[in-house]
């Protein structure tokens, strides 16, 4: 196996996703999203609704299950705030260091290949 044959193939694919992520858009309200503005929309991690119930559900099951969402709501709150803090300083992560690329690609000196 020769090392330049998979350096190659990785640059082609790290290209080709590049390509794909700066040519996917998604519309919202009439105007294209950037991949970046979607994972932004995506990133957000709620800790969840409370489960609705039935028609035969009694209003004493309806109150346990409230119950029960609100104290499994106070105990995973804390988790949900710390992930969604995480995935949006992931994301500014990735967009400095996207654009440091596109930069280094501008400044790399043409090759005769």
Not at 33 to 48: H, I, N, P, W
Not at 50 to 64: F, T, Y
Not at 78 to 95: G, M, Y
């Given at each position: ?5 998979d ?39 709620a ?41 949006l ?25």
């Amino acid at each position: 196996m020769d090392v330049g044959d998979d350096t190659v193939e990785v640059e082609a694919l790290a290209g080709a996703l590049l390509a794909e992520l700066r040519a996917s858009s998604l519309e919202v309200g009439g105007r294209g999203v950037s991949s970046q503005d979607r994972l932004e929309m995506l990133a957000g991690v709620a800790a969840g609704v409370p489960a609705s119930g039935g028609s035969r559900s009694g209003g004493l099951a309806r109150k346990v299950r409230g119950i029960v969402f609100r104290l499994t709501r106070w105990y995973v709150e804390p988790f949900v705030l710390q992930q969604r803090a995480f995935n949006l300083a992931l994301l500014r992560h990735i967009a400095e260091l996207e654009q440091r690329v596109v930069e280094l690609e501008g400044e790399r000196p043409s090759s005769g290949r």
